[in-house]
């Protein structure tokens, strides 16, 4: 008999990671379209949550009209079960404990975040041609950071002749950008800001304020790939009339598909004896 799994909210991936685990688990879903009666199963053997969904106090379920609390999901867990998530906080680990769960982060699967990364990549690229009106390949773009993000997009468009200049606050971030090509500079000394024809931010942290922002030309585009508190000001871009979109979780929103199945291909591999579930 298949052990059950229930994947509770999500985006659109989550409802392709359903169709991914479908062969090898009884698959139940709650929280978006053409998911199986969640009445018909008592506990599951294995719950998936959707990335940050533990980024409040409620499940992240854009679908659903109620709030679902964050913690009732684990009711639906049976004891000694497994878990799956992203960005679990320390007080639903604690939970989880109590009920002598296996969990496994998705962002300790460092190759499904290095792969997630490219997407958001691909998804920063359309963001970027949709939003100017130049050839991607006589932009001057700047990215803040240098993370895995970072560094996928700085290779996604550094490959189709954008100019990249990275501003990180770490000399080893510098060093490696300078080191495959790019400009880099600290993030208090950036020069020739009102050169840029469009900014990406990827540092969960506000380093990027009005006075800066006051040097952008006022046809700059800026993408903000953060999580919260974001890394721009916001009040100010808008005071500014500048061109702001904050664009979390594009993986799911341009590459719902392949971003769907490679969580179930995570989730697969912890599963037949991985060592990433803790």
């Not at 540092?203 to 006075?211: N, S």
Request: aromatic residues 8%; proline residues 4%.
């Amino acid at each position: 008999m298949k052990n059950t799994l229930l994947i509770m909210g999500g985006d659109k991936r989550m409802e392709y990671c359903a169709k991914g685990l479908s062969k090898d688990f009884s698959v139940y879903t709650y929280g978006f379209s053409g998911s199986r009666p969640i009445w018909e199963l008592k506990q599951a053997d294995i719950l998936v949550l959707p990335y940050l969904s533990l980024s409040g106090e409620y499940l992240n379920a854009p679908e659903l009209s109620q709030k679902i609390p964050a913690v009732s999901a684990l009711d639906m867990l049976k004891y000694g079960g497994t878990l799956f998530g992203g960005g679990l906080n320390e007080e639903f680990l604690s939970y989880c404990a109590e009920r002598d769960a296996k969990v496994f982060d998705f962002f300790a699967d460092e190759d499904l975040t290095l792969k997630n990364a490219r997407l958001t990549a691909e998804g920063a690229l359309e963001l970027i041609l949709k939003n100017t009106d130049s050839a991607l390949y006589c932009q001057k773009i700047l990215i803040l950071g240098f993370g895995r993000v970072a560094c996928a997009c700085a290779d996604v468009l550094g490959a189709l002749g954008a100019r990249i200049t990275v501003a990180a606050r770490s000399e080893n971030a510098r060093a490696k950008a300078l080191g495959l090509g790019y400009s880099a500079f600290e993030i208090s000394d950036i020069p020739g800001l009102s050169e840029f024809d469009a900014v990406i931010n990827t540092v969960p942290a506000r380093i990027f304020g009005r006075d800066k922002l006051e040097r952008l030309k006022n046809c700059v585009y800026i993408l903000d790939l953060a999580s919260k508190p974001y890394g721009i000001d916001e009040k100010a871009a808008g005071e500014l009339s500048l061109r702001y979109e904050i664009a979390p979780g594009l993986p799911g929103k341009t590459a719902p598909k392949t971003a769907g199945y490679l969580i179930a291909d995570s989730v697969r591999e912890a599963l037949n004896g991985g060592d990433k579930l803790g």
